[in-house]
């Protein structure tokens, strides 16, 4: 007999856990579908909680979950990002550093920008000639006024928000509005069909809790994939040296200081510190290498970054182990979030494959035991191809570094620890821009213009012998570059500053859509 899919078993919350019972719970879990999502967490081990950087996909992934954006931005401390901004990572002076916005460049798939600028701009970053947010985020403002509704936009965004919040958040609204089964229970078994399938878990509190369809969220233990499947563990270090995480929370000097709209990312001897603006305070992180640096020179390299108030801030110290899982989905059991891997949080990847593995759960979510084993492909194959690709994005930012103060940089730029699809594609860009040609799958995570911001934010050189625009190029191009300079004025003239718009929406709330 063809089992059906109709019990999910949700092993774990913090977000991954959370946003991914949301969702399958919005989009199934109704009453004539007789589906169930049941999330089980134990009650003595609390989620890591320092990913407070998100993606643009957030804003669906939270409309899809039927949330109001006013009430999730003032439960959850939220604030609005609008991209990176990366200091030191070039040569470590004062005065270096680039963004990568959030906004396409200004024309971007009418024409590529890149010769014009590379010849006709000198002086003048690749971000602020051809798009607005770098001068808006420079002048510390919204991304949107009060006036306009939830989830639309001036220029796009994403979030920073309080980690702890957020999963209090989802777990309310999933619970009251959608329906999820929340148990609290620490896993003491996990029971197998002879076929390998999981056909229950044993809690000590609650007892045994069967399902069709088993999800692990239990970070880094990997419960149910790692441990009890023995998928295992693909480790990304020789790639990505980051490999731990000093974390610290640091309040404001006053309560209407400004909030920046960006994530701050200052390079390091060793590695970088991420620097996040909410509400009521920062969230400020070093990851390093510990091959390179000891724990007490960047606690104390960290201390320095914070100031006055970094004498007397608690830190802890988070491990990484940088690498994936061999497979995602073996037999019917699924990982996502930290039991399927992790990267250093630049380019804050983390909560956004959270956001992809739900989504992707959720519009193929299988009817049945025997197409199971389909979709499982589809996935493995989906999510090995987009952390390959992550991980090529993370490592462009190394590679171009012109660092010399510390081996971590010159090591970082050794062929041996660069992919090969990365070499690849930075002989071609020798001679020709990132174009969407160069990312051709309907699975790519970042796009051409997200490698153009880095490579050109950081110096990379295009040969202008392969440029030379024509005329006709170049009257094109000044027409596009005019109408990002008349974009900016108006936006520097039109949008509020970024804690005058937060204090509105907690005053008086965004019109609903």
């Not at 409309?63 to 401390?77: A, L, N, Q, V």
Request: aromatic share 10%; with cysteine.
């Amino acid at each position: 007999m063809n089992q059906q899919i109709k019990h999910i078993v949700i092993v774990g919350g913090g977000a991954a856990g959370w946003i991914t019972a949301g969702r399958i719970a919005a989009r199934h879990a109704r009453a004539e579908s007789g589906i169930t999502v049941t999330l089980v967490e134990s009650p003595t081990i609390g989620p890591i909680g320092v990913g407070e950087g998100t993606w643009p996909t957030m804003r669906s992934t939270l409309m899809k979950m039927g949330i109001s954006e006013t009430d999730f931005m003032r439960e959850c401390d939220a604030t609005f990002k609008q991209g990176a901004k990366f200091a030191r990572w070039v040569d470590g002076t004062a005065d270096d550093f680039y963004y990568h916005p959030l906004m396409l460049p200004q024309g971007f798939g009418q024409m590529d920008l890149v010769p014009y600028w590379q010849t006709a701009c000198a002086g003048r970053s690749f971000s602020d000639t051809v798009c607005l947010q770098e001068q808006v985020c420079e002048h510390g403002l919204a991304p949107k006024m009060i006036t306009t509704p939830e989830y639309a936009s001036v220029a796009n965004y994403a979030y920073h928000l309080d980690a702890g919040k957020f999963v209090g958040f989802l777990t309310r609204h999933c619970v009251d509005k959608l329906g999820v089964k929340h148990v609290l229970g620490d896993v003491t078994e996990v029971k197998s069909a002879p076929n390998g399938d999981i056909t229950a878990i044993v809690t000590a509190q609650q007892g045994e809790i069967a399902g069709d369809l088993f999800v692990d969220c239990t970070g880094f233990s990997s419960l149910l994939l790692g441990k009890h499947l023995e998928v295992p563990f693909v480790d990304k270090g020789d790639v990505l040296f980051i490999d731990k995480a000093i974390a610290a929370q640091v309040p404001y000097e006053h309560p209407d200081a400004p909030i920046a709209t960006h994530t701050i990312s200052t390079g390091q001897a060793a590695g970088w510190i991420w620097d996040i603006g909410l509400v009521n305070r920062r969230g400020i992180g070093y990851v390093y290498s510990t091959r390179y640096t000891s724990d007490d020179e960047a606690e104390a390299a960290l201390r320095a970054y914070i100031g006055p108030a970094g004498k007397t801030v608690n830190t802890r110290r988070i491990p990484i182990r940088s690498g994936h899982r061999q497979l995602f989905w073996k037999n019917n059991c699924v990982a996502v979030g930290l039991a399927a891997g992790f990267l250093e949080p630049l380019e804050a990847s983390a909560l956004v494959l959270v956001e992809l593995s739900a989504d992707m759960l959720a519009e193929q979510l299988p009817a049945s035991r025997d197409i199971v084993d389909i979709v499982a492909r589809r996935f493995n194959d989906t999510f090995l191809y987009r952390w390959d690709r992550i991980i090529d994005f993370l490592k462009l930012h190394y590679i171009l570094s012109k660092r010399t103060d510390n081996a971590f940089w010159t090591d970082n730029r050794a062929a041996e620890t660069i992919p090969d699809s990365l070499q690849d594609l930075m002989r071609l860009w020798r001679y020709r821009p990132p174009g969407n040609c160069d990312f051709t799958s309907n699975n790519e995570v970042f796009p051409a213009a997200s490698y153009q911001y880095v490579l050109y934010g950081m110096g990379f050189k295009t040969d202008p012998e392969f440029l030379r625009p024509s005329a006709s190029e170049q009257r094109a191009a000044q027409e596009h570059l005019a109408q990002n300079s008349a974009a900016i004025k108006k936006a520097l003239r039109m949008l509020p500053a970024h804690r005058e718009l937060i204090a509105k929406i907690h005053a008086y709330g965004l019109p609903a859509v």
